[in-house]
């Protein structure tokens, strides 16, 4: 499985962004995808997860902000990021699970940069 994620980018507080997770290769052995971002100085963490049943999961800070997507067709996962904060400042990661056999594939970052 490749993962390439763009999207990212400066925007002032308040505002909006949509990132964006296409995925390719064996497609059909992914049972969950999600977001995760690293700011400086921090450890990852898990934004929004996304079942292949469309089941989704959200980190408290961003409930109510952030909405976790996909399209089948496309083979792409979003994340549709709104009332941002200078806060939510960190690169973000895709990432897509395989339950069998245990595996875990990541895109490359994107940069999203909230200016107060």
């Known amino acids: 499985v490749q993962l390439q994620a763009s999207g990212g980018g400066l925007v002032q507080a308040g505002g909006s962004l949509r990132l964006s997770c296409a995925a390719s290769g064996d497609i059909f052995s992914i049972n969950a995808m999600g977001w995760f971002r690293q700011a400086p100085g921090k450890q990852r963490e898990l934004v929004a997860a996304?079942?292949?049943?469309?089941?989704?999961n959200y980190a408290d800070s961003v409930k109510g902000r952030f909405t976790i997507s996909r399209d089948n067709a496309k083979n792409t996962m979003y994340l549709q990021m709104n009332s941002l904060k200078p806060e939510d400042t960190a690169v973000y990661y895709c990432n897509a699970v395989v339950v069998t056999p245990p595996l875990d594939y990541w895109g490359q970052g994107t940069q999203v940069t909230v200016s107060s």
């Open positions: 996304i079942t292949m049943v469309g089941r989704t």
